[in-house]
Structure formats: structure tokens, C-alpha cells
């Protein structure tokens, strides 16, 4: 089992995203994504993706806010927990990212990057302010089926 954070950070309209486009035998290799990593021993997740929009981006996020969990069940053959979070208050300025190229997407744009499908269906749930919990089972790239419970 793997714990992992992921950030949207919002702006004027626009969603910060990582093209993953730098990294060898990346399993998002050519997909958009939000910003996060896995958790360190001893961290929170709020921690964690202060850590990880800090390493990945340059940029200090102050007050994330929890969005709810993503389980990837079985995702490249473990089973990933992801705590979700937005931010809209940061400083500093974004760095040359080790992890793909950065760049501030209109919003009614996002759904028209290459994602993966998980994405296309809570991104929606975020722009509402949702609280949720949701299950997504893959199998390779391809989506099987998914499940979700709101708060």
C-alpha cells in the first residue's frame, strides 16, 4: 500500500499542472497531473503536500484544503491512497521541475488535457468544494469502474 498526497493549486482561473514529460519509466509518462508524492515516515499529509508543491514547484502553499480521498486499487499492482487538497494562497516562484514541465492551465481547459480518466471524473467534484471518498479500479490505463461517497 502506498500513501501519497496530490495538489491542484488555483489561481485567476487557472490550475497549476506538471506535465510529466522528464522522468524515465514514469507511470504517468505524458499525462497532466496535479503536484503531490508519497507521504515520508512520521508525516501528515498536509505535510507531505506542503513538502511536495515546495520540492516539485518552488512554491510555499499555506492553508491547503482537504478534499477527500482517492483509492487506487490495485494501480500498477499496488494499491495507492491519495489525500486530495487545493490550495489558492502560495509565494514564490516556480522552479524548473525535476518531476515534468509546469504550467498554469485555464480551467476550462483542464478537461481537455490527457489525463487519466480517474481525473475527468473528480475534477468536477473539486470545482463544487466536495468532500469525498472514492474508489477507482484500473486496469492498465483503462478504467474498470469507480465508486464515491460525499460528505
Known amino acids: 500500500m502506498k500513501l501519497a498526497t496530490l495538489c491542484y493549486i488555483k489561481e485567476n482561473g487557472r490550475t497549476l499542472m506538471i506535465h510529466r514529460v522528464k522522468k524515465?519509466?514514469?507511470?504517468?509518462?505524458?499525462?497532466?497531473n496535479g503536484l503531490g508524492g508519497k507521504l515520508e515516515p512520521g508525516e501528515s499529509p498536509e505535510q507531505c503536500v506542503m513538502r511536495e508543491v515546495r520540492e516539485e514547484a518552488g512554491l510555499e502553499i499555506e492553508s491547503p484544503r482537504y478534499h477527500g480521498l482517492l483509492v487506487f486499487a490495485d494501480f500498477k499492482a499496488e494499491d495507492w491512497y491519495v489525500f486530495v487538497f487545493t490550495?489558492?494562497?502560495?509565494?514564490?516562484?516556480?522552479i524548473d521541475s525535476a518531476e515534468g514541465r509546469l504550467e498554469w492551465v485555464r480551467d476550462e481547459e483542464l478537461l481537455s488535457l490527457p489525463l487519466w480518466p480517474s481525473d475527468r471524473i473528480f475534477f468536477p467534484?473539486?470545482?463544487?468544494?466536495?468532500?469525498?471518498?472514492?474508489?477507482?479500479?484500473?486496469?492498465?490505463?483503462?478504467?474498470?469502474?469507480?465508486?464515491?461517497?460525499?460528505?
Open 24 to 32: 524515465a519509466n514514469d507511470i504517468h509518462e505524458g499525462k497532466w
Open 125 to 151: 467534484w473539486l470545482a463544487a468544494g466536495k468532500v469525498f471518498s472514492a474508489r477507482f479500479q484500473y486496469h492498465g490505463e483503462e478504467m474498470l469502474e469507480h465508486e464515491v461517497s460525499f460528505y
Open 87 to 94: 490550495a489558492t494562497r502560495f509565494r514564490g516562484s516556480l
